[in-house]
């Protein structure tokens, strides 16, 4: 015992002396200086990722405490498939075992009624090949062909969408040792009197409410729809005067989200953050144009985000077109003659030279062209040796993406997604905790953001003969790949970074992709009030790129004085600068919500949009806290016998006290 | 471990000094005084202790040595407050006696001086076991358990309490012991009290080793037991002596 009566010893000078003295922080873990020490040391809080409740128009999925009160059962390993439980625990799961689990827990009641809670280590990754909690077909709901028994996602096994009326938690890496060495210390005292237990408060509120899907829990306020900002900017800035003569838009876009089934460790790096960074570096590298405005058309940029959830980005900002909203104000649904999607580009490199794959939608001539187009940029990129070919006839059409959006509004639209797959997604770890940096190439995002800037300037300039000299100036930054996946898809430097940082102050170093809750007016707003880290990254870099000098660069912390002007960079220490730039906010949440009396409400499935009856309605459930702690815990047993020993000792002292008064006074009476 | 493991824990730790409370010292408004003003004594001690040894805590080494100056210091300061306390005892008997004469009523007898030392040992022993024990206990009342590293078969709680309530028993009978031999000049009584109280200190290192808690702990509660039956037969001989004095006067 670290000298228990040293211990307290120190405890007791250090107690005494809290009064006089300031108190020292003392370096050495090991030793305990005050009772809150002694807490923090019986109690130990584990440092883990919760997966949360969601909820749909139909149901729920995801984990949540199954009542009011936090679970609290011993920590067990379970290492087989096969094995059994005896009591309900707190499973120790290795990453590589999470989905047999799921996949057996939801089939097995036996099974799902001795789990009190799962927590799932973070090490074992390299035994995985391939794990992806989502479907095999991805929001096949909105695909706009009927083959819908393709399997995009082949490694998918759809246990995010299930629900689970227990706590699951992913540790870290160092809790899951600390974890390991409490179960096999577990294991070891089988006699059960004393136990490491796991503490999960994991409670939902939509429990506690006992609202089970969106709009019920939307009207209770016991939960929130989820939502984010888009942002999308114009290529050069639309002023006044080329709002009279407007040109055919060519649409570039990008998503900025991704799933998980853990809510905070959603990285998706080749789903989709390759396609956004290789959007970034094609708007750098364009951006040294100088000609742009003699162009025949007009390029636009959009970031989506909530794709992941039903496409919310997307079918927002078409909405927002239809109704001329200010949001979308200089560009109009009817101008937009191409979309091209950059999806997943980070795996595309095989034998050596990047291989992209461009699924056409439909098999329009415009279509057809945009793919001649890819295919000439790729032969001016010469020793590069990036290549592109269509995908396979065999697909039944465009895979799971945001241009699914666009087909779903006008089934004739001429697009393609640039993938870095064929006919099946060559991200093993699709919508997992895996698909990290690891899983990326960077150029692979190079060779992406070069084809794809160079096929741009060629399909702006339509008839126009095409300058080879400027076309074969269009390159690509590939430091700036390199940075942009150290700030979006690492800790460590994250959005700490110095790009990021020159552009906001972010409020976590550590990037996550999840679009979260809608928070901010949902009429739309330029100055968004919870716009999150990536959202305000991406709007700052696209403005400061797309701009042009502005007339009078003074500093500014908001609104800019000239109309068309706006401020980049506000969150900096020392304020931004006012350019000229087309870049704005959409907001991205459900088309089938309307915020009316301060609280949402579910639309009924408009007949007039297709994808309406496809749309999930996705909400998040709100919660108290959410926490897991670990500790030690004694028999009843072993209680109530101590405490039967301290009433022994207290009476027998009062027993020997009486006999001992008794003698002495016999003694003194012998006078 | 909750509310029961909790209570238990404090009652192993002074359930003894409530039932010493109870049965001789509440009777006494005397003694009551005597012992708030003794416990008052060690805390003061303790805080005089903290504030010279404040420059060097904590003791970041792993080595056990500086503890043991720790000990041997405190240790030698608060037997030198024991004859500080002793001094103190016999002015206020001086004037209680002149008191009693004054207003022609009996002078303290042996069993009251005895008494008064016995309340004494007990607020230091009180003192010891607030200090040590019972403002460790309130993670006790919780969920949880805790067992240190070096000791991992008893849980920190209970060698918490047991070690208050080793130390209960010694303070409580040498101080009877040290007060008689004060009194009747007796060298070996002098000398009991400060041998026990460092003895039973430095045993305590012992917790230090790993699993050392098994043997200091139970040889703790020996030594209380030896300072028992050491007070016990002293107390015996003393009044036997005393009645065969006056009966023989």
């Known amino acids: 015992m670290g000298g228990g009566s040293v211990a307290s010893l120190i405890l007791a000078i250090a107690c005494v002396f809290q009064a006089f003295f300031p108190p020292v922080a003392s370096g050495d873990a090991a030793t305990l200086e005050s009772v809150p020490d002694l807490v923090k040391a019986m109690y130990i809080n584990v440092e883990s990722f919760p997966c949360v409740r969601l909820l749909n128009h139909s149901g729920q999925i995801g984990c949540s405490n199954p009542g009011h009160d936090k679970i609290i059962a011993p920590i067990v390993r379970l290492r087989n498939r096969n094995d059994q439980l005896v009591q309900p625990s707190a499973v120790l799961l290795p990453l590589d075992q999470m989905t047999d689990f799921f996949l057996r827990v939801s089939n097995d009641p036996e099974l799902y009624r001795k789990i009190a809670g799962v927590l799932v280590e973070a090490n074992g990754a390299d035994s995985v090949l391939e794990f992806s909690p989502d479907r095999k077909f991805p929001q096949q709901a909105f695909a706009p062909y009927s083959n819908l028994s393709h399997h995009w996602n082949p490694a998918g096994s759809g246990i995010m969408w299930n629900k689970y009326d227990f706590p699951v938690f992913l540790l870290s890496e160092e809790s899951t040792q600390t974890l390991q060495k409490l179960a096999d210390k577990n294991e070891k005292t089988p006699n059960g009197y004393l136990a490491n237990v796991a503490e999960f408060d994991l409670v939902m509120q939509t429990t506690k409410a006992g609202t089970h899907d969106s709009e019920s829990c939307l009207r209770e306020q016991s939960c929130l729809p989820l939502g984010g900002q888009s942002v999308w900017t114009s290529l050069p800035p639309i002023s006044n005067s080329s709002k009279k003569h407007q040109k055919p838009i060519i649409m570039v876009t990008a998503s900025q989200d991704s799933g998980s089934f853990f809510r905070d460790r959603s990285l998706g790096a080749d789903s989709p953050i390759s396609g956004l960074i290789a959007l970034l570096t094609a708007v750098d590298a364009l951006s040294h144009l100088h000609d742009m405005s003699n162009l025949k058309k007009q390029l636009v940029f959009a970031v989506f985000n909530g794709e992941a959830w039903g496409y919310l980005g997307s079918r927002k900002f078409l909405q927002e077109l239809d109704q001329g909203a200010d949001s979308v104000n200089g560009i109009s649904s009817l101008l937009i003659d191409q979309v091209l999607e950059i999806g997943s580009v980070g795996k595309a490199v095989s034998q050596g030279y990047p291989l992209f794959y461009a699924h056409a939608a439909g098999n329009s001539p415009i279509s057809k062209k945009m793919i001649d187009v890819l295919q000439s940029a790729s032969e001016s990129l010469g020793s590069d040796n990036v290549q592109v070919k269509p995908a396979a006839s065999s697909n039944p059409g465009v895979p799971p993406s945001s241009l699914m959006s666009f087909i779903g509004k006008n089934a004739s639209t001429s697009g393609l997604v640039l993938e870095d797959f064929d006919s099946q997604f060559s991200n093993r770890f699709y919508h997992s905790t895996l698909d990290g940096p690891a899983n990326i190439n960077s150029s692979s995002i190079a060779a992406a953001a070069a084809l794809i800037a160079r096929s741009l300037y060629i399909l702006a300039s339509a008839d126009l003969p095409i300058d080879l000299i400027t076309l074969n100036s269009i390159r690509v930054n590939v430091s700036m790949v390199e940075e942009l996946i150290e700030c979006l898809l690492k800790c460590d430097p994250g959005l700490s970074c110095g790009i990021v940082k020159s552009f906001i102050s972010p409020s976590n170093s550590c990037p996550s992709h999840y679009v979260g809750v809608f928070q901010d007016l949902p009429a739309g707003t330029q100055f968004p009030s919870y716009a999150d880290d990536i959202s305000r990254f991406i709007w700052n870099f696209l403005a400061d790129r797309t701009s042009s000098l502005a007339s009078n660069s003074s500093s500014c912390t908001g609104q800019c004085r000239d109309e068309g002007e706006i401020c980049v960079g506000a969150e900096v220490e020392g304020g931004g600068r006012c350019v000229v730039s087309t870049t704005r906010y959409v907001p991205a949440y459900s088309t089938r919500l309307k915020f009316e009396d301060n609280i949402w409400h579910v639309l009924p499935v408009n007949s007039s949009d297709p994808l309406s009856a496809a749309d999930p309605v996705w909400t998040e459930s709100f919660w108290n806290t959410i926490g897991l702690r670990v500790y030690a815990v004694q028999t009843t047993a072993y209680d109530w016998l101590v405490l039967l020993i301290g009433i022994i000792i207290t009476g027998a002292s009062y027993l020997a006290v009486i006999v001992g008064r008794s003698y002495i006074s016999k003694i003194i009476k012998r006078d | ?249």
């Open chain 2, 1 to 249: 471990m909750t509310v029961a493991a909790g209570l238990g824990y404090a009652l192993i730790a002074l359930g003894p000094a409530l039932s010493i409370f109870a049965g001789v010292v509440a009777r006494k408004p005397f003694l009551v005084l005597t012992l708030l003003t003794s416990t008052l004594f060690w805390l003061i001690s303790l805080i005089i202790l903290s504030g010279i040894w404040r420059v060097f805590l904590p003791i970041t080494s792993g080595a056990w040595w500086p503890y043991v100056i720790l000990i041997l210091t405190s240790v030698a300061f608060q037997e030198g407050i024991r004859l500080v306390f002793w001094r103190l005892y016999k002015k206020m008997e001086e004037m209680l006696d002149s008191f009693a004469d004054r207003i022609s009523k009996p002078r303290l007898c042996l069993t009251d001086k005895m008494l008064i030392s016995l309340a004494g040992g007990l607020g230091h022993g009180v003192a010891h076991a607030v200090f040590f024990c019972l403002s460790l206990l309130t993670p006790a009342f919780g969920r949880a358990t805790f067992y240190v590293e070096r000791c991992s078969r008893m849980p920190f709680f209970l060698i918490s309490a047991v070690i208050a309530l080793g130390f209960l028993v010694i303070h409580t009978f040498s101080m009877i012991v040290a007060f008689n031999g004060y009194d009747e000049r007796k060298r070996s009584d002098q000398v009991f009290a400060p041998v026990v109280h460092l003895i039973a200190s430095v045993m305590t290192l012992m917790n230090l080793a790993p699993d050392g808690c098994v043997i200091g702990t139970p040889l703790l509660c020996v030594m209380s037991a030896v300072t028992l039956q050491y007070c016990w037969r002293m107390v015996w001989q003393r009044l036997s002596e005393h009645q065969h004095r006056q009966f023989n006067s």
